[in-house]
């Protein structure tokens, strides 16, 4: 179960999508048509030999995950915070502040200038003291 690493993976920019049926004929040929690799810590598949590049990030905890496959795959001059939607993988695209104003708290808007928004569940992101702390403990994490 490597949804909690799908998403700091979005969180950082990284196109990760997550299936939560896990490895079957039909998700491998999801990941073999994107030309994705596959992350998973079902060790039913170590003996996989298919046409899709497989890796297992092996620890419990999602911030070393992260930085397993970071470190894995030359993935830590690629970050690019607030570029994508952690829900749904979609890019998410700045917004005008007007059109936001009754979406977000009062003191979110009055705070904030840059907004962003995804294009498929319409969540909106901005640069708050969230996304500040999630660095902090990224930057402790990958060291
Ligand atoms: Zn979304």
């Known amino acids: 179960?490597?949804?909690?690493?799908?998403?700091?993976?979005?969180?950082?920019?990284?196109?990760?999508e997550y299936y939560k049926a896990g490895l079957n004929p039909e998700t491998i040929k999801n990941f073999k048509d994107a030309e994705r690799t596959i992350l998973t810590r079902n060790l039913k598949f170590q003996k996989y030999r298919g046409p899709v590049p497989i890796f297992f990030p092996d620890n419990d905890d999602p911030l070393i995950q992260l930085k397993i496959v970071l470190t894995k795959f030359h993935l830590?001059?690629?970050?690019?915070?607030?570029?994508?939607?952690?829900?749904?993988n979609e890019e998410i695209r700045p917004v005008e502040k007007e059109a936001v104003r009754g979406k977000v708290p009062f003191y979110v808007f009055d705070n904030h200038d840059t907004f962003f928004q995804c294009?498929?569940?319409?969540r909106i992101y901005w640069e708050g003291t969230h996304v500040e702390k999630m660095k902090e403990k990224l930057q402790r994490a990958l060291g």
Not at 1 to 16: E, H, P, T
Not at 80 to 86: D, G, H, K, Y
């Open 1 to 16: 179960m490597l949804g909690k690493l799908a998403k700091l993976l979005r969180m950082c920019g990284f196109d990760a």
């Open 76 to 88: 830590h001059d690629q970050i690019r915070f607030l570029s994508r939607c952690m829900e749904c």
């Open 119 to 122: 294009p498929k569940c319409e």
